[in-house]
């Protein structure tokens, strides 16, 4: 198995108290994607953070508040998970990390075969992600404390969806920690 870990839209604009589309069980799933990063980088598992930039008059405005605008403050990924050095930075204008992006060129470029996604929101861009993933033929872990939702009901229909029809492994963070 050769793993790299995803960090989904963990922005200021998602994340920050009063942020445009804040998703306040965000900040809750800080400490553990902390955990799982700091594990891969000792473990030397890439650390890819997928970020929303949209265009000012980005037609997925039609359907959320303005957010994640590229160049702003609120693009960026929150103080607390800040990208370092060896990590990647990709991205994206839907809720797709691989639609019109270079992550597969970049994964195939590490031989990447499974991929553990973290962030918001559980049922957006995790299960989109998740579901080309699966459809490109990569294994799907999914820490169910590291992603987090608008309600809980989004975030179970997600999970089970995740579980039942990709065949995502969903697990606790704990679990999955000695799996990688
Ligand atoms: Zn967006």
Redesign the pocket.
């Known amino acids: 198995m050769k793993p790299a870990i995803l960090v989904i839209d963990m922005l200021n604009d998602f994340i920050l108290e009063g942020a445009p589309l804040e998703c306040s069980a965000g900040r809750k799933i800080i400490a553990p994607i902390k955990r799982l990063i700091e594990h891969a980088r000792n473990k030397k598992i890439p650390v890819i953070f997928i970020a ?1 930039s ?1 265009d000012p008059d980005d037609r ?1 405005f039609k359907i ?1 508040p303005p ?2 605008v590229e160049k702003t403050k609120g693009s960026e990924v929150i103080d607390e998970l800040k990208p370092q050095k060896d990590d990647i930075v990709v991205k994206k204008k839907t809720y797709d990390g691989f639609f019109r992006t270079n992550l597969e060129k970049i994964l195939k470029s590490k031989k990447i075969d499974t991929l553990v996604l973290t962030g918001v929101c559980t049922d957006i861009c995790i299960l989109h992600t998740g579901s080309s993933a699966t459809l490109l033929g990569y294994k799907v872990i999914v820490p169910r404390d590291c992603v987090a939702a608008l309600t809980d009901e989004d975030h179970n229909f997600a999970l089970k969806h995740l579980q039942n029809v990709l065949k995502s492994d969903v697990d606790s963070l704990d679990n999955i920690l000695k799996k990688l």
């Open positions: 929303d949209h997925e959320w957010h994640a």
